[in-house]
């Protein structure tokens, strides 16, 4: 990247966000690949992007990894590797059919969901899916209960919602939402159906409120708030809006160092620097050097917002696969 002009009497600080990274969820997936890699040899098959960043998933590619979008491209009897997005059933029974030995790296929170939206069907509620049109996440859950399950957005998507009966509504979330956004979303549906039930604990992913209250901090400390993430990250992207609405003069979502533009640092004092929950610490490295090489004499102060200690257990399948290939 071309070295910008800061301010020269002004030295840089970049104010580093924790918890950034890699959720338990993220990495509990990527885990599996790489263990299935190494206990049967390539190629391994991944119905859709691991996770979503494109880093992760050309490093998977390389070793051996082979991301298909349909279980059907997956060879009779092959190994295919779900991933953290989880899936309907409907792709369960298919592959069931097909002979393929399946590993699940479902993100156990978004399998939390998935079990709500049974439940909730199960006893006859009309079910409102907070969540975005499209993603892999949502499309999974769906697919739990398809004929339960109506699809909303903003607040403006519950007035034409069309139920049953108006006393048997409940909700839940796509996990990697805004919070704020989708508090919004559930004032809504209380405001127009107020006997609505929610799950037990808040579907809002613990990493996706954490990474978020991280951002809100930077925001408020920051001139210029950098998200590391790729475009097709859900909760990087939610980050960047979460940086905006709270108080940073600018925001931008960064695939790597590369994308930074060196007129967003020009005249910037403070970047605040975070990275979101499918996004490698390596890339967030790059960027320091980057920001530190464009600004000599620049300092990084970390940001201790919320101690994270989570670790989601690796599925039992894995294990299994692990002995019978010794």
Same mark, same amino acid.
């Given at each position: 990247?071309?070295?910008?002009?800061?301010? %020269?009497?002004?030295?840089?600080? *970049?104010?580093?966000?924790?918890?950034?990274?890699?959720?338990?969820?993220?990495?509990?997936?990527?885990?599996?690949?790489?263990?299935?890699?190494?206990?049967?040899?390539?190629?391994?098959?991944?119905?859709?992007? @691991? *996770?979503?960043? =494109?880093?992760?998933?050309?490093?998977?590619?390389?070793?051996?990894?082979?991301?298909?979008?349909?279980?059907?491209? +997956?060879?009779?009897?092959?190994?295919?590797?779900?991933?953290?997005?989880?899936? &309907?059933?409907? +792709?369960?029974?298919?592959?069931?059919?097909?002979?393929?030995?399946?590993?699940?790296?479902?993100? !156990?929170?978004?399998?939390?969901?998935?079990?709500?939206?049974?439940?909730?069907?199960?006893?006859?509620?009309?079910?409102?899916? @907070?969540?975005?049109?499209?993603? /892999?996440?949502?499309?999974?859950?769906?697919?739990?209960?398809?004929?339960?399950?109506?699809?909303?957005?903003? !607040?403006?998507?519950?007035?034409?919602? /069309?139920? $049953?009966? !108006?006393?048997?509504?409940?909700?839940?979330? /796509?996990?990697?939402?805004?919070?704020?956004?989708?508090?919004?979303?559930?004032?809504?549906?209380?405001?127009?159906? %107020?006997?609505? $039930?929610?799950?037990?604990?808040?579907?809002?992913?613990?990493? =996706?409120?954490?990474?978020?209250?991280?951002? $809100?901090?930077?925001?408020? $400390? &920051?001139?210029? +708030?950098? #998200?590391?993430?790729?475009?097709?990250?859900?909760?990087?992207?939610?980050?960047?809006?979460?940086?905006?609405?709270?108080?940073?003069?600018?925001?931008?979502? @960064?695939?790597?160092? &590369?994308?930074?533009? !060196?007129?967003?640092?020009?005249?910037?004092? =403070?970047?605040?620097? =975070?990275?979101?929950?499918?996004?490698?610490?390596?890339?967030?490295?790059? #960027?320091?050097?980057?920001?530190?090489?464009?600004?000599?004499?620049?300092?990084?102060?970390?940001?201790?917002?919320?101690?994270?200690?989570?670790?989601?257990?690796?599925?039992?399948?894995?294990?299994?696969?692990?002995?019978?290939?010794?």
């Amino acid at each position: 990247m071309t070295t910008p002009h800061p301010q %020269p009497d002004t030295p840089r600080t *970049v104010l580093l966000a924790a918890p950034r990274g890699f959720c338990a969820g993220v990495d509990r997936a990527i885990k599996i690949v790489e263990l299935a890699l190494e206990a049967v040899g390539p190629p391994v098959y991944v119905r859709h992007a @691991i *996770v979503h960043n =494109t880093h992760v998933v050309v490093d998977l590619e390389a070793r051996g990894a082979v991301f298909v979008e349909h279980e059907t491209d +997956v060879p009779e009897g092959g190994l295919v590797v779900f991933s953290a997005h989880g899936v &309907a059933p409907s +792709v369960r029974e298919r592959s069931e059919a097909r002979g393929l030995e399946m590993l699940d790296a479902t993100c !156990p929170l978004v399998t939390k969901v998935h079990y709500e939206a049974r439940e909730y069907a199960e006893r006859g509620y009309d079910i409102v899916l @907070i969540g975005h049109a499209g993603h /892999q996440e949502v499309i999974g859950t769906m697919g739990h209960a398809p004929e339960a399950i109506h699809l909303v957005e903003t !607040p403006d998507d519950v007035a034409g919602l /069309q139920v $049953r009966d !108006p006393d048997m509504v409940a909700y839940i979330s /796509q996990t990697t939402l805004s919070v704020d956004d989708a508090n919004r979303v559930i004032a809504a549906v209380r405001a127009r159906f %107020p006997n609505a $039930r929610g799950p037990r604990g808040d579907d809002i992913c613990y990493a =996706t409120q954490n990474r978020q209250d991280a951002t $809100r901090v930077l925001a408020q $400390r &920051a001139d210029l +708030v950098l #998200v590391v993430g790729s475009d097709t990250s859900s909760n990087s992207k939610r980050m960047v809006e979460v940086a905006r609405e709270h108080g940073a003069p600018a925001a931008h979502l @960064i695939d790597n160092a &590369a994308a930074i533009d !060196p007129g967003w640092l020009d005249g910037v004092a =403070t970047v605040g620097l =975070t990275s979101g929950a499918s996004a490698p610490e390596v890339l967030v490295d790059e #960027v320091i050097a980057a920001l530190l090489a464009a600004s000599p004499g620049a300092v990084v102060e970390t940001v201790d917002v919320i101690d994270e200690q989570m670790h989601f257990a690796l599925p039992a399948s894995l294990r299994r696969l692990q002995l019978a290939s010794s």
